[in-house]
């Protein structure tokens, strides 16, 4: 009876290890993808590498649906062990690559409808976050407000081809369209949330 017991509970055990690596190779397989939709220029501050990771989410502004109709982009939430974090933080300070508190009134919420865009001339875009706000810890619920905010990136201009990705965003002509990009670090998680997003 106790082998039959232990037989059945490997098989479990066996079947759940393997749902789990199905599961795992599809989500490398989405995020793989994911990337290939953009510029590798745009995206070369993702991390390939998911290893260091111990959890992790993954947000895509899929071209053209009508839940983003006025962005595009990926977002990906990430945790990782300390020396991880501090060594990426170290690499983004020896790059001198300007930070922000995620409190700063520089910051210009893309894609968010209570945004405030007169301001967006001496701004900083970053992606709003606003569409998986109930799920995504940048969120008005979740905010620790010590996050600091590393835009690596942000330039004014038509950088898709084809998508119209403004028609709800009340922007003024000069930043009609744009992208911005960065990296977002919580130090009391040792959280990397990396991001993309045009408009």
């Not at 600091?148 to 084809?162: A, P, Q, W």
Request: with cysteine.
């Amino acid at each position: 009876m106790k082998r039959l017991l232990f037989i059945i509970a490997l098989s479990v055990l066996m079947s759940t290890c393997n749902t789990n690596k199905k599961k795992e190779k599809e989500w490398l397989q989405t995020y793989g993808n994911s990337l290939l939709e953009f510029n590798p220029n745009m995206i070369g501050h993702f991390p390939f590498d998911l290893t260091p990771f111990e959890k992790r989410k993954l947000y895509i502004y899929h071209l053209g649906a009508t839940d983003y109709n006025n962005k595009a982009g990926i977002i990906i939430d990430t945790w990782s062990d300390s020396l991880f974090f501090y060594n990426t933080m170290k690499a983004l300070n020896n790059r001198n690559i300007t930070n922000y508190s995620i409190n700063d009134d520089k910051l210009i919420f893309i894609g968010d409808t209570l945004t405030d865009y007169s301001n967006i001339k001496n701004g900083k875009p970053i992606s709003s976050f606003s569409n998986i706000r109930d799920q995504f810890g940048l969120s008005n619920i979740k905010l620790n407000m010590k996050e600091h905010v590393y835009i690596l990136e942000c330039e004014k201009g038509e950088f898709l081809e084809k998508e119209d990705l403004t028609t709800e965003l009340m922007l003024p002509d000069e930043w009609k369209h744009g992208f911005s990009r960065g990296i977002v670090a919580d130090s009391s998680e040792f959280r990397l949330t990396y991001w993309l997003v045009l408009w």
